[in-house]
């Protein structure tokens, strides 16, 4: 049977306004290029938000802060999805792998030993294939560079609480923002992959809902250091031929400052456009099949629905 995913890339837009997108995980400051001065925002932090998106709306994923015995200990929480999310009574780790949304998507991996894995039991079975590894079919790229230049802004923040009931305590800390960016995020399905993994296109359309209202408000977006981001634009450019490819796509979508202004003084959208004519002529070539996008900004998309290449999608 043909399989009904195709050999895709990903851009997902997006924009954020006096906030960390991503912060290094040792220093807290925002991940920055120097000699580009574009911030980077990480795969992982990508998949967290569509992971907690995910576990928000109740759909099962093996990647958690909350499942059983936490993200720490790879046996608990196989054995807590065994025993308590499981209801095909599965006893093939791997099987139980791919019933979690994010190990359809992006991969998931279980190093058990044979002795490990038979201390877990379904209905008093012991559990095999404890040693297993899938490959995720959906890919980002590690670092993400913002489309404009960015000047980071040094802030400095307070916090107060009480030792005693009459002794108080303050401090006062500095941390980097990011005044404002517009965020490429690229991307890649593999359909080969998407076999092993048991991928549906049902599930890709979840990932996307995920990319998209997780990043803008939703999940892990909602929180102190995240607030003040709007997606802006999801594609998804379709290869005609699964060995075929474009060169460059991370490059296709162009954005031109207004009123001569530099990229490190943009704070809306209102001080550039996007220049699409690249993706355009793309879309025009017998490599790409279709390129399906989803936005909510009228100007952007009055500009691609009029290509017959391009087919507007609902989330």
């Keep these: 049977m043909e ?3 195709k050999k895709s890339e990903i851009l997902f837009l997006y924009e954020t306004s006096y906030n960390i997108p991503n912060g290094d995980p040792f220093t807290g400051e925002q991940r920055y290029d120097e000699e580009t001065k574009k911030i980077l925002v990480s795969d992982v932090r990508m998949k967290r938000y569509v992971r907690t998106y995910f576990e928000e709306n109740e759909l099962p994923i093996y990647v958690s802060e909350k499942t059983g015995a936490g993200k720490s200990d790879s046996k608990g929480v ?4 065994a025993e308590n999310r499981n209801a095909k009574k599965l006893t093939d ?3 139980i792998l791919k019933e979690q949304i994010d190990v359809r998507l992006f991969g998931g991996i279980s190093t058990l030993k044979d002795e490990e894995t038979k201390t877990i039991k379904v209905d008093n079975k012991a559990c095999i294939n404890g040693h297993v590894q899938f490959t995720g079919p959906v890919q980002f790229a590690l670092l993400n560079p913002s489309l404009n230049e960015v000047n980071l802004r040094m802030h400095q923040n307070t916090t107060h609480f009480m030792s005693k ?3 108080t305590q303050g401090s006062i800390g500095t941390t980097t923002l990011v005044p404002y960016s517009l965020m490429q ?3 890649w399905v593999n359909p080969k992959v998407a076999e092993k993994t048991g991928l549906t296109p049902e599930d890709l359309k979840l990932m996307y809902k995920g990319l998209w209202y997780g990043t803008s408000g939703d999940g892990s ?3 102190r250091s995240k607030v003040g981001q709007n997606s802006v634009l999801l594609l998804e450019i379709e290869y005609a031929q699964d060995n075929q490819k474009i060169y460059g796509v991370d490059r296709l979508i162009k954005l031109v400052p207004k009123d001569d202004k530099k990229g490190e003084q943009l704070r809306s959208m209102d001080d550039y456009e996007l220049d ?3 993706l355009i002529k793309a879309a025009g070539t017998d490599k790409v099949s279709k390129i399906k996008f989803y936005t909510e900004i009228e100007a952007i998309k ?4 009029g290509n017959p290449k391009f087919e507007e999608i609902k989330l």
């Design 165 to 167: 009931d009459t002794n």
């Design 185 to 187: 995020i690229h991307g």
């Design 78 to 81: 196989l054995r807590w999805i």
């Design 221 to 223: 977006s909602h929180s």
């Design 93 to 95: 780790i791997g099987e």
């Design 3 to 5: 399989n009904e995913l």
């Design 276 to 278: 699409f004519s690249e």
């Design 302 to 305: 009055s500009e691609l629905s």
